[in-house]
Structures are given as C-alpha cells and as structure tokens.
C-alpha cells in the first residue's frame, strides 16, 4: 500500500479530532460514531493492524474507511510532520479494498455507476445540458471559459437550481462563458476519494483530452470537488489550465459593480466546504461576496475557516451515505450549529453542502425558520 | 450479539456498542509498550445512570469494567487486562456549571482539558485551569485520577490537589457524591472540614469507582504570559537555583528540559520559567524578580539566561504543547515513552546522569523533563525516550530503558507516577505493610467482585 511506510508514525495524541482552539471534536466520522476507531488515529492504528495481518477487511473496517469524509480537518491539525499525507493514506487504504474487490455495497454501486454511465444517477449523457435549456448559457464553442457543472450540477433537481443561478448570473455579469453539455464527463474527484485510482485516471484523460480538443484555456467550476481534481490532481495526469471556482471569479466582477444589487435585508451564515476551503485555501473569495450585499448580516458559527466542521457529503459520503442519517449526522449538527448564530439562511457555495444541509434542515423540522441558498442564488435573489 | 453486547446494547443504544474486532484492536493498546489485551467491550455511555447500570450489569455477572479517557497515561492504565468492558467515558463532556465568583467549574467525567480551556477562554477569560501538557483530548478527570500535573502545579500542587468535589459510581452501581456537594448543592471543597473521601479514588485508577462528574478549581487567569529560559551546565546547582526561584512567588511554572537536539541545547540544563501579568508593570516587575533570584549563578559564571528567539515563544507558551506530542515523532517512529516518578528535587543531578546513561547504553534519543511540584516541594522527572513503532527491537530496548529507570527512582526515594503494573507491583513490594493492608482493605470493601479495572493495585496477589 502506498505510505505504508508512514502508518506506524502517528500515536494517536488526538490533535486531528479537534477544532484548533479545541472547542469541540471536528472530525465528522468521530463526531457521529464516538468510537476512537472512527478518528483519523483511529483509521491509522487499524491500517497498520490491517497491513500486518492483525486484523480482516471486515464490514467493519470497511465502514471506518469509508465513513472519512475527507474533509481534511485532521490534516488542518495534525501536529506531526506527516499531517499533510492524512487523506492520501486513507484514500490508498482504500484503494487497497477496491482492488480487493470488498467494499461497502453504495461503493460499489456508485463506482460502478461512473464506470458504465458517466455519472452516479444512472442517466443518458444526452441529459446532462438539459439544465441550461432556458438559461442564457450557451454550449461551449471558443468562450473565454469552460463552465464545468459535473454530475450533481447537471442531474440533481436541487443542485441544478443552482447550476442555473451561477450560469446565469456569469453570463449576466458579462463574462463568456460555455458549457460541454452532453460532452460533459465526470470529474472523478469522488471516484478518487473512493479509492478507484484506475477509473479516476481514465476520467481524467478523458475531460483533459476533450478540454484540449475544444482549447479550452480556463475552467470556472460549479463546484468545489471538481475545483479540487482540476486544480490539485489533473496537472500531474498532464491537464494543464487555468482554474477557478465560481465564487473567486464572481467575487471581482461584483467588487467592481458589475453585478448591481439592491439592499437585502438578510441574515446568512456561510458554511465553508472543505475542497474549497481547507483544501484549497479559498475561505474570502465566497464572503467578499455575501459582505457586497447590502443589508447582509454575516453572522459566523462557531466553527469556520479552516475550522469549519464539514457537512459529512464529502470523500463519496454524499452519494453513499455512510455517514448520514440520525440525529447525530454531520449535517444535522452542522444545522443546529448554524441555527445558534441567528442566521435565517445557510449560505452554501457546493453542491454537495446544499444538498445535505437541506436535507439535514427538514430532519431537524428547521423549515420555518432556516432555508438553505447558494451564493449565488442568494446574489440572483438581491439583483437590482 | 451475545446476551451481554444486548444488555449494553439495551443500556446506550446498539450504536455505541461495540465488540467487533476492529474496536478490540484498539482498545486494547495504549501508544505507549504496555502489550495489548483486548477488550470484549467497548461502550460510550452518554449519562450516569447509563453508566450505573452498566457497573450493576457487570457486578452482576462478575465482568471487568475499565473506565477510559483518551487513554494517554502510555503507562497501559486503560488496557483491559483482564477482559471486560471498556468504557470510553469522552460522549459524556458536558460542561455543566462555572462559578465565576467561587472559581470553580462542574464538568463531566470525559470532559477534555482541550474544551475546558475553549469554554474558559470565550466564556470566562479571567479563569483558567491547570492544564497539563498531554494532548488537548486528555481528560479531566483521568488526568486527577492519575494525579497529574499542569502549569499552575509549582503554584498550587497536584491536579488533584486542585480539585473541588467529585461524583462517583461505585462498583455496586451507586452514585455517590464526594465533598462539599454531598451535603450542599455547592462545589467548594473535595473535602475539608469533612473527611476528605477524594482519597478512596484518586490514584486508584478507576479500581475503586468511575468519576462521573468533576469540581475543578479554577485560577485567576492573567491577560498577558511569557517565558525566560535560564540556561546552565552545572545540574548539580539546578536544585538550588529551583529553591531560589520558587522563594520569589513570581514562577507560574518552572520546566526544566535537557535534551541532544538540537545540538545547542546538547549538555545544558534549561530551567523554563513562565510567569503572568495584567500589566506591563506587573509582568516587567517579575521578570525583574525572576533575574535577580538567580544573580549569583550570573556572577559565579555557572548559567544565564538566553535570549528566547521570538519562533521560539509561541511553541512554548502553547497550552498545551503540542511540540511534546511531536517528539513522538523526531525519529520517524511515532512512538515515545516516559516514566515520570515524583522525586525529590535534590535529586535532580542523579536523574539528569541517569538519563543520560540509559540512553548511551541502550542507544534511544531522549528527553529529559522535570516539572516544580509545589515551592520545590517534588518534581516529577520524565525519563522520556523515542522509539521506533515499526522496529520491535528498538522497543524492546526502550522498555529495558524504562525498567532500569524504574530500579532507579525507586532506589533514590521517589515514588512511581501513574505507574505500570510491574511498577505497582515493584511500589507495593516496598510499601509499609500497614498501608497495604490499609489498601487492600479498601479495595476489598469496595469492589468485593474484582471487577474495576482489575489487575490495578491488586495489592492482595502480593
């Protein structure tokens, strides 16, 4: 196994559960099971004990891989000098079950879905630009930049609202851009997450051949987790562009007043997904553009930044769901987190935290009083 | 599920118990060298009368129960050596009440010292506790029940010496309510002017009962903190420069490290003095107090301080450091142990030789650290080694280290701190034969069935 020669290092001193100031435990897995098999030292000990024959690859075991988020807190506050490599070894971990062939069933499924229709929601390609229909997004032909959208944006009923808010409002803004539509494939960030390096690689040639074929030189991204594999993992397979998130390009465009807006007279809290924030360092770009709204109260919750505690959706838990469900859930303790700061609206800027937070809001019966919005959906609701 | 995984099942939840190999694995290891032994059961209770009943299940059906916290004392206090049910006590950290005027907080048994500090800083930034320098996750109340030690223990003594009141379940499964709030709703003392009952517990490492709820005194907590280092190459004058410094009132807290690397640090003797203010004035004037107490060592040549580089500062002013958990790591081995026997402070030049010798005879990078127990009243000296996890051979030789360490302070007057079970064995061995029969009669009263943390102060096999 990859970094095998790491795992025996960490001695489960714990930083990694925590919060920097320590106010609370913020890894979501640990947070949701309380087992200290569910932590980041906890993962290590069994890897270890796994590589040394000491123990099986049980259902068990499977779900401790599997139930990491990714979310990258452990790496935020790990002490020790290997903290950076924390994900990468779970994930190589993983890899080790997938070639195994023994791994949790949504796994397999959801791999299994990318593998044979390009997407986890088992739907015709031909669907994947339907969103943009009677929006002013235009397919891609030699625009400034490539919109890519991914799966969750182009076929789920929630996430393709915001899809169309962001396109929209982009195009609004003056930019030029396009989008692939049904030459769209799947990013793989996920299917890295999950351990199918192979599937991955083969994703990855396939959008870097394709965005080389059409030129593309620049890529705004919908969403944090493709954000994350264009930046952080396609240059190493060759895919080499400028890439952006939606927020750090709509952050400048309404700093100089290209967007207008009226007074909104709103309290918003905004939640930090980690492949934009932790792993990618971008914790302004989305409230610089929130703190532009007149009227806008940004209330912050306890935990933010590069503490943010996640959503539980990332590292494949959104469309496997090992850690959701219960009244402990990452995201359902995320919501009452956010519901302490008074907000009356979660201001999310990933597809994934959308979905999981409106989903956690109506399991907490929160409807009446906390409503979940995109950015930019809350920027469209402000336009002049 | 076997009947008893359904019992506790029935208890916590399905969910928060375990008897799966993989929380076995776990369970039954500490990250210090104590070999493992597996547990049958892991639970993580939420309440006390979750964890009433789980003792009145146990004591009924004769089942070992240890009671965890982060597990950190790396001395195997929380391996499960007898089986049973391990009871990881971190789901039940709720910080219940803090008396700003009185200074003292109620938590719950599995309450971090990490998150009493965060609820201290935000919600009352005049108060403090006496943090250790374990990991932040350690609790508080395994850190008393150890008796172990934090910044303020020049100033005020022991953890446990801080402390004021505790709630219990005895091993019959009762509650029972230790000090001042036996009888009053308030928290104030952990015993006086009643017989102070905080003995029947703490050391005892869960052998005589769970601490479920904790009274923890808190400190006036100063706006501004900084650090001098005192630095010297005589450890035969380290006790009286101790001596002087503890005379000035001034010391918040005093480490002494001496450590190889980095290579300027090699042979010196780094008394570490942290002190605090509300002002300048004030911080200024016990700088001041601090420089002039060691003023002859100054003029006689035999230390000074150094000047401590700015990167320097906030690594050691960090509570807790984190920089002692790192040394885990320095050797690329993530494994590191100490024992820390509490020790005279004249006898700090033999322990100083002593690490030395070990770790040229069995070839382990080292660190020695003592903590200031009181005005020099003890010190608890860290024999601390670094060891290679991967490398079984290295960690044989690092627990023969320990071994010789533990011949050592035994030898030399001091008394194990959170001691091993070979060192239990080697302390009762030694021990006034009153006193262990005072302590078996004890144990015997209170856990008549063997079952809490057994294989701990069992001092009847002796």
């Given at each position: 196994?990859?970094?095998?020669?790491?795992?025996?290092?960490?001695?489960?001193?714990?930083?990694?559960?925590?919060?920097?100031?320590?106010?609370?435990?913020?890894?979501?897995?640990?947070?949701?099971?309380?087992?200290?098999?569910?932590?980041?030292?906890?993962?290590?000990?069994?890897?270890?004990?796994?590589?040394?024959?000491?123990?099986?690859?049980?259902?068990?075991?499977?779900?401790?891989?599997?139930?990491?988020?990714?979310?990258?807190?452990?790496?935020?506050?790990?002490?020790?000098?290997?903290?950076?490599?924390?994900?990468?070894?779970?994930?190589?971990?993983?890899?080790?079950?997938?070639?195994?062939?023994?791994?949790?069933?949504?796994?397999?499924?959801?791999?299994?879905?990318?593998?044979?229709?390009?997407?986890?929601?088992?739907?015709?390609?031909?669907?994947?630009?339907?969103?943009?229909?009677?929006?002013?997004v235009?397919?891609y032909?030699?625009q400034d930049y490539l919109f890519y959208v991914g799966?969750?944006g182009?076929?789920?009923?929630?996430?393709?609202?915001?899809s169309?808010?962001v396109g929209?409002l982009l195009v609004?803004a003056?930019l030029s851009i396009g989008i692939l539509?049904?030459?769209?494939?799947?990013?793989?960030?996920?299917?890295?997450?999950?351990?199918?390096?192979?599937?991955?690689?083969?994703?990855?040639?396939?959008?870097?051949?394709?965005f080389?074929?059409?030129?593309v030189k620049k890529v705004i991204t919908l969403d944090p987790?493709a954000f994350?594999?264009f930046k952080?993992?396609?240059?190493?397979?060759?895919?080499?562009f400028e890439v952006y998130h939606y927020t750090q390009v709509l952050a400048p465009l309404?700093?100089?007043?290209?967007?207008?807006?009226?007074?909104?007279?709103?309290?918003?809290?905004?939640?930090?997904?980690?492949?934009?924030?932790?792993?990618?360092?971008?914790?302004?770009a989305?409230?610089?553009?929130?703190?532009?709204?007149?009227?806008?109260?940004?209330?912050?919750?306890?935990?933010?930044?590069?503490?943010?505690?996640?959503?539980?959706?990332?590292?494949?838990?959104?469309?496997?769901?090992?850690?959701?469900?219960?009244?402990?859930?990452?995201?359902?303790?995320?919501?009452?987190?956010?519901?302490?700061?008074?907000?009356?609206?979660?201001?999310?800027a990933?597809?994934?935290?959308?979905?999981?937070?409106?989903?956690?809001?109506?399991?907490?019966?929160?409807?009446?009083?906390?409503?979940?919005?995109?950015?930019a959906?809350?920027?469209?609701?402000?336009?002049? | 599920?076997?009947?008893?995984?359904?019992?506790?099942?029935?208890?916590?939840?399905?969910?928060?118990?375990?008897?799966?190999?993989?929380?076995?694995?776990?369970?039954?290891?500490?990250?210090?060298?104590?070999?493992?032994?597996?547990?049958?059961?892991?639970?993580?209770?939420?309440?006390?009368?979750?964890?009433?009943?789980?003792?009145?299940?146990?004591?009924?059906?004769?089942?070992?129960?240890?009671?965890?916290?982060?597990?950190?004392?790396?001395?195997?206090?929380?391996?499960?050596?007898?089986?049973?049910?391990?009871?990881?006590?971190?789901?039940?950290?709720?910080?219940?009440?803090?008396?700003?005027?009185?200074?003292?907080?109620?938590?719950?048994?599995?309450?971090?010292?990490?998150?009493?500090?965060?609820?201290?800083?935000?919600?009352?930034?005049?108060?403090?506790?006496?943090?250790?320098?374990?990991?932040?996750?350690?609790?508080?109340?395994?850190?008393?029940?150890?008796?172990?030690?934090?910044?303020?223990?020049?100033?005020?003594?022991?953890?446990?010496?801080?402390?004021?009141?505790?709630?219990?379940?005895?091993?019959?499964?009762?509650?029972?309510?230790?000090?001042?709030?036996?009888?009053?709703?308030?928290?104030?003392?952990?015993?006086?002017?009643?017989?102070?009952?905080?003995?029947?517990?703490?050391?005892?490492?869960?052998?005589?009962?769970?601490?479920?709820?904790?009274?923890?005194?808190?400190?006036?907590?100063?706006?501004?903190?900084?650090?001098?280092?005192?630095?010297?190459?005589?450890?035969?004058?380290?006790?009286?420069?101790?001596?002087?410094?503890?005379?000035?009132?001034?010391?918040?807290?005093?480490?002494?490290?001496?450590?190889?690397?980095?290579?300027?640090?090699?042979?010196?003797?780094?008394?570490?003095?942290?002190?605090?203010?509300?002002?300048?004035?004030?911080?200024?004037?016990?700088?001041?107090?601090?420089?002039?107490?060691?003023?002859?060592?100054?003029?006689?040549?035999?230390?000074?301080?150094?000047?401590?580089?700015?990167?320097?500062?906030?690594?050691?002013?960090?509570?807790?450091?984190?920089?002692?958990?790192?040394?885990?790591?320095?050797?690329?081995?993530?494994?590191?142990?100490?024992?820390?026997?509490?020790?005279?402070?004249?006898?700090?030049?033999?322990?100083?030789?002593?690490?030395?010798?070990?770790?040229?005879?069995?070839?382990?990078?080292?660190?020695?650290?003592?903590?200031?127990?009181?005005?020099?009243?003890?010190?608890?000296?860290?024999?601390?080694?670094?060891?290679?996890?991967?490398?079984?051979?290295?960690?044989?030789?690092?627990?023969?280290?320990?071994?010789?360490?533990?011949?050592?302070?035994?030898?030399?007057?001091?008394?194990?701190?959170?001691?091993?079970?070979?060192?239990?064995?080697?302390?009762?061995?030694?021990?006034?034969?009153?006193?262990?029969?005072?302590?078996?009669?004890?144990?015997?009263?209170?856990?008549?069935?063997?079952?809490?943390?057994?294989?701990?102060?069992?001092?009847?096999?002796?």
């Amino acid at each position: 196994m990859k970094y095998a020669d790491i795992v025996h290092r960490c001695f489960r001193c714990g930083y990694c559960k925590f919060t920097s100031d320590y106010s609370d435990f913020n890894c979501p897995a640990y947070r949701k099971f309380r087992f200290e098999t569910y932590s980041p030292g906890g993962r290590m000990w069994l890897i270890r004990g796994w590589l040394n024959g000491e123990l099986k690859n049980s259902a068990r075991f499977q779900e401790i891989l599997f139930s990491c988020a990714t979310c990258a807190n452990c790496v935020e506050h790990c002490v020790f000098t290997f903290s950076e490599d924390l994900v990468n070894i779970f994930i190589a971990a993983r890899e080790e079950l997938v070639a195994e062939g023994l791994i949790p069933p949504p796994v397999r499924d959801y791999l299994k879905n990318i593998h044979v229709n390009g997407n986890p929601y088992k739907t015709p390609a031909a669907d994947r630009g339907k969103w943009a229909g009677d929006t002013p997004v235009e397919p891609y032909r030699d625009q400034d930049y490539l919109f890519y959208v991914g799966c969750v944006g182009s076929y789920d009923e929630r996430a393709v609202k915001i899809s169309r808010a962001v396109g929209t409002l982009l195009v609004k803004a003056g930019l030029s851009i396009g989008i692939l539509g049904e030459k769209e494939t799947c990013d793989g960030n996920e299917v890295r997450a999950l351990g199918e390096s192979g599937l991955f690689e083969h994703l990855a040639a396939q959008n870097i051949r394709s965005f080389r074929d059409l030129g593309v030189k620049k890529v705004i991204t919908l969403d944090p987790h493709a954000f994350n594999a264009f930046k952080n993992d396609y240059p190493g397979l060759g895919g080499e562009f400028e890439v952006y998130h939606y927020t750090q390009v709509l952050a400048p465009l309404i700093q100089a007043g290209k967007v207008p807006l009226k007074e909104c007279n709103i309290k918003a809290t905004y939640h930090d997904p980690c492949y934009l924030g932790r792993h990618n360092g971008e914790y302004l770009a989305p409230r610089s553009i929130l703190e532009a709204i007149s009227g806008l109260e940004l209330l912050e919750m306890e935990r933010s930044g590069e503490n943010a505690f996640c959503c539980g959706g990332g590292g494949g838990n959104f469309f496997t769901d090992i850690l959701g469900g219960g009244k402990e859930s990452p995201a359902r303790l995320r919501v009452r987190e956010a519901l302490d700061t008074g907000a009356d609206i979660i201001a999310v800027a990933c597809l994934q935290c959308a979905k999981m937070l409106e989903d956690a809001v109506k399991s907490e019966e929160l409807e009446d009083r906390l409503k979940v919005m995109d950015v930019a959906e809350i920027v469209s609701a402000c336009l002049l | 599920m076997t009947d008893i995984a359904q019992s506790l099942a029935g208890i916590v939840g399905e969910a928060y118990v375990s008897n799966h190999p993989e929380e076995a694995y776990f369970y039954a290891r500490d990250p210090g060298l104590m070999p493992p032994h597996a547990p049958d059961y892991v639970v993580v209770p939420e309440s006390v009368e979750e964890i009433q009943e789980i003792v009145r299940l146990a004591n009924r059906e004769k089942i070992p129960v240890v009671p965890m916290g982060a597990g950190l004392a790396l001395t195997g206090l929380v391996i499960p050596l007898k089986g049973g049910i391990v009871i990881d006590m971190k789901r039940m950290n709720r910080i219940l009440k803090v008396n700003e005027g009185g200074r003292h907080a109620i938590v719950e048994g599995g309450t971090s010292q990490g998150l009493l500090k965060a609820y201290l800083e935000k919600h009352h930034p005049r108060l403090r506790h006496s943090i250790p320098d374990s990991p932040a996750t350690a609790t508080i109340a395994a850190n008393v029940m150890i008796h172990g030690q934090g910044r303020l223990t020049q100033q005020y003594g022991f953890n446990s010496d801080m402390i004021s009141g505790l709630e219990v379940v005895l091993a019959t499964g009762e509650v029972c309510p230790i000090g001042s709030c036996a009888i009053s709703s308030d928290w104030f003392s952990k015993g006086a002017p009643l017989p102070d009952l905080t003995g029947l517990f703490l050391g005892w490492f869960g052998a005589t009962g769970i601490i479920t709820k904790i009274g923890v005194k808190l400190y006036p907590k100063k706006r501004m903190r900084d650090v001098e280092i005192f630095i010297t190459d005589r450890e035969d004058l380290v006790p009286e420069m101790v001596y002087e410094l503890t005379h000035t009132e001034m010391v918040e807290d005093i480490n002494i490290f001496a450590q190889p690397k980095p290579m300027i640090f090699k042979d010196n003797h780094h008394i570490t003095l942290f002190f605090t203010g509300d002002t300048d004035e004030e911080l200024e004037f016990k700088r001041k107090m601090i420089w002039h107490a060691l003023d002859r060592f100054i003029k006689s040549k035999d230390g000074g301080f150094m000047g401590v580089p700015p990167v320097m500062k906030p690594t050691l002013l960090d509570m807790p450091q984190r920089s002692v958990s790192r040394f885990a790591d320095v050797k690329k081995g993530g494994g590191f142990e100490y024992s820390g026997p509490i020790i005279m402070v004249d006898k700090y030049p033999a322990c100083a030789h002593k690490i030395l010798e070990l770790a040229e005879k069995y070839d382990l990078g080292y660190s020695g650290m003592a903590r200031i127990i009181g005005r020099s009243h003890a010190m608890m000296f860290g024999f601390a080694f670094t060891f290679n996890r991967a490398d079984p051979e290295m960690m044989e030789r690092t627990r023969q280290a320990l071994h010789e360490v533990s011949l050592f302070a035994l030898e030399a007057g001091g008394v194990f701190w959170k001691a091993t079970v070979d060192e239990q064995k080697m302390a009762v061995e030694k021990m006034d034969p009153a006193t262990l029969g005072l302590m078996n009669m004890i144990r015997i009263q209170m856990d008549p069935n063997g079952i809490m943390n057994p294989g701990n102060w069992e001092v009847t096999e002796v």
